[in-house]
């Protein structure tokens, strides 16, 4: 990421998730250095529309946070990133994790509306789940069946500060 978008980068970040989502911001520069995870903006014109920030190992590519700049929402940038990150890696699959629906949820409907999205972008749902302290999230991927182990490598290489010798 260059010093350009560096600061586009990190508001977006701090508007588009919540706290509870969040990894310490420094963690992610620091860890994007071992090139087994990318930052990558987008940009229409000159104008920034989002970014991702991904995860690479063994065949597949995990997005941890994709958010598309809050000003441009609902305009198809959304799936524009991702038909690019479809383009960078067309043989491997793309995984990411939703909040897991759920009736009782105050933000149930954007949990719906995040997973049509996700599908309509060709996302499958995975028997996969992540459970947190304050929510339970899905993961989907971009092929219908995954390595659920693989998964766990790439939070177990994120947390760990040495998690890139355990690769």
Do not use: C
Request: overall charge positive.
């Amino acid at each position: 990421m260059s010093l350009s978008n560096y600061q586009d980068v990190k508001q977006l970040y701090y508007r588009a998730f919540p706290k509870y989502e969040r990894e310490p911001w420094h963690w992610m520069i620091l860890k994007s250095k071992f090139r087994q995870a990318d930052f990558m903006a987008f940009y229409d014109q000159g104008q920034f529309v989002g970014f991702a920030y991904v995860i690479h190992s063994h065949g597949f590519h995990y997005i941890l946070f994709l958010a598309v700049n809050d000003q441009l929402r609902s305009r198809g940038y959304g799936s524009r990133i991702i038909n690019q990150l479809r383009a960078l890696y067309p043989s491997d699959s793309l995984v990411l994790d939703i909040e897991q629906p759920d009736p009782a949820a105050a933000n149930n409907r954007q949990r719906l509306r995040r997973l049509a999205f996700y599908r309509k972008n060709g996302f499958y749902l995975t028997p996969k789940k992540l459970e947190e302290d304050q929510v339970t999230y899905r993961v989907l991927a971009t092929k219908k069946h995954i390595n659920q182990q693989k998964v766990d490598g790439i939070f177990e290489w994120f947390s760990w500060p040495l998690g890139w010798f355990i690769q």
